[in-house]
């Protein structure tokens, strides 16, 4: 009877063996991680636009910025008193028009070729305007995205800046690319808008997140024969910091 049982349990094992390889043969579970790096899924270093001496700041390292916001100001004593007098310029070239189409409207004494004048004269001064407005802008480094200040660069109020200088250094961590570079045959099997299984260096190895394939080289790097894709995971919640090392699973071909 012992024997008959035990026989009867290693048929079952055998028979729940099989089942188990035969499902992972089927559903292709065999799979491997690939190391990569993970970085803000936008990062950029930004300069001021013209050649001037730093005025002030608004923010500070660490702060939180939204886009269009003045980050910080080169000296523009002179670009404001010239919005001004534009200001001024384009107010008298508009009550001009104003007072000669009036005029028209009641007696023929203006010319057509006195109100033509006088519209063009309010457009240069519209254009002058815009002109000194831009002149303006180009004084201020203004966030192109929303993002936190990583680093302010070696410039402090008063010192001298040229156009190209490293200024601020903003990223968006909202998300982060974890990119990683694939054997040319995984690599090439992988497909953009796949979602696939993520860890990241700083949580258990069995915290797992979902990634989303947004980058496949559409080259193979001839020296290393690798190609290099990028999957962005979500990061308003978990913390997860740029620079640190990740992984990517990638099912075996089935």
């Not at 001024?88 to 007696?107: H, I, P, Y």
């Amino acid at each position: 009877m012992m024997t008959q049982r035990h026989g009867l349990k290693c048929v079952r094992r055998g028979l729940l063996l099989g089942i188990l390889l035969m499902t992972q043969v089927l559903t292709g579970q065999e799979a491997t991680w690939f190391e990569g790096l993970t970085h803000p899924v936008l990062d950029s270093i930004l300069g001021a636009p013209s050649d001037g001496v730093i005025g002030e700041r608004f923010f500070n390292e660490g702060d939180r910025v939204k886009s269009s916001d003045i980050i910080l100001a080169l000296r523009t004593d002179t670009e404001r008193v010239d919005v001004a007098r534009r200001k001024v310029a384009l107010r008298l070239a508009e009550n001009e028009l104003d007072r000669l189409r009036q005029l028209a409207t009641k007696t023929s004494s203006v010319s057509s070729e006195r109100l033509e004048t006088a519209d063009a004269n309010f457009q240069i001064a519209a254009a002058d305007l815009e002109l000194a407005m831009a002149r303006l802008r180009d004084r201020q480094v203004i966030a192109p995205f929303d993002g936190v200040i990583a680093d302010l660069l070696e410039h402090e109020v008063g010192e001298g800046t040229k156009v190209g200088d490293p200024l601020v250094r903003l990223v968006n961590i909202g998300k982060v690319l974890l990119v990683c570079n694939l054997p040319a045959e995984v690599g090439s099997r992988v497909k953009l808008g796949e979602v696939l299984k993520a860890r990241v260096s700083g949580f258990a190895d069995q915290v797992t997140f979902d990634g989303k394939v947004v980058f496949v080289s559409p080259i193979v790097d001839a020296a290393s024969g690798l190609i290099r894709i990028k999957v962005e995971l979500a990061n308003d919640v978990h913390g997860i910091r740029p620079g640190v090392t990740g992984a990517i699973l990638i099912q075996s071909k089935g």
